[in-house]
């Protein structure tokens, strides 16, 4: 692209932290601790298909990496660095300024410094790709795999916003100015409990970051466990501005409802003081919501409406 050094050294030339070698090189050099291996997740971004055309880019910034360090919390990884590709139809510096602020704000509060990437000129659309690095001990990850019967699941944050507002804007409930207001930030800026965890590797067994909803996420775990799961409605976080709403919508939402960005995990009924410690150290709201059983498939006790039908699948991508 016309002017993609410049680009770069105008919005994206971050220092790098020391025992890093960082933007300007054929590649960039990242230490990893020893007794540790190197986490990597990676997430696309299309304009049109996961953000609206004229979303405040400083918001885009922010989620492009926050969906990225999501899943570095959701393996226990610490932070370490990432990669930024952009696609742009054309160079607007007041819209690449905005973008690189939100992004560097959300990476300077993680820790994970950008650090290398590539842009190119898009045909149509703006397209982001994010790939972030961290490390995890061995041995000490929190895969999909480690629930075990009898563990205490539990959900970080709340659950149900994020949904509620996409529905608000795409205008399939009457419009509601306030509410969309209270609830449009819980889209937008995502805030992931990344130093929590990283706190939960070696403590909890299993985790998930909330992209796809609560009962598809949570059953991604359960199937590579080989476990089943009870859920109690009555414990789950709803967020507090959704009891306006009807049952329906609120039930929807919280058991299916993405783009929540916090953690589903599963620990050892032990565990849970050390939980309960980690989660106030770090500022983070920590709920037990169930357990895991043996068997297969997600009971969920007391909701307000049966479950069913077609209504209750996650996103999916190519649905
Ligand atoms: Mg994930």
Redesign the pocket.
């Known amino acids: 692209m016309a002017g993609e050094f410049d680009l770069i050294a105008r919005h994206f030339d971050w220092p790098a932290p020391a025992g890093t070698l960082g933007v300007g090189d054929d590649c960039a050099l990242l230490p990893v601790a020893s007794g540790h291996r190197l986490a990597i ?1 990676t997430d696309l971004l299309v304009e049109g298909c996961h953000f609206f055309s004229g979303v405040d880019p400083q918001a885009l910034g922010h989620k492009a990496l926050a969906v990225n360090v ?2 570095l919390a ?1 393996m226990g990884a610490r932070p370490l660095g990432c990669l930024l590709g952009l696609s742009l139809p054309g160079v607007d510096d007041d819209w690449l300024a905005g973008f690189a602020r939100g992004f560097r704000a959300l990476a300077d509060g993680v820790g994970c410094p950008l650090i290398g990437g590539d842009t190119t000129r898009s045909p149509q659309g703006i397209v982001i790709s994010v790939t972030a690095m961290g490390e995890v001990a061995v041995d000490a990850e929190l895969r999909r795999s480690g629930a075990r019967p009898g563990d205490d699941i539990w959900v970080t944050g709340t659950l149900g916003a994020p949904h509620v507002a996409l529905e608000l804007l795409q205008g399939r409930h009457p419009s509601h100015a306030a509410l969309l207001e209270s609830l449009q930030a819980m889209l937008e800026w995502p805030q992931p409990p990344v130093a929590f965890g990283t706190a939960l590797a070696g403590v909890a067994h299993a985790a ?2 909330i ?1 796809d909803g609560l009962l598809q ?1 949570l059953g991604h775990v359960l199937k590579a466990s080989g476990c089943a799961a009870e859920i109690e409605y009555s414990r789950l976080p709803v967020h507090e501005r959704l009891g306006v709403l009807d049952a329906a919508v609120v039930q929807r939402a919280v058991l299916n409802g993405g783009d929540v960005y916090q953690l589903c995990f599963t620990a050892a009924p032990l565990a849970g003081p050390v939980i309960e410690a980690l989660a106030a150290r770090h500022g983070i709201r920590a709920t037990r919501v169930g357990r895991v059983l043996p068997g297969q498939g997600v009971r969920v006790s007391g909701c307000p409406l049966p479950l069913g039908g077609d209504g209750y699948a996650g996103f999916d991508h190519f649905g």
């Open positions: 997740t999501s899943d959701a998930i970051d992209s996420d």
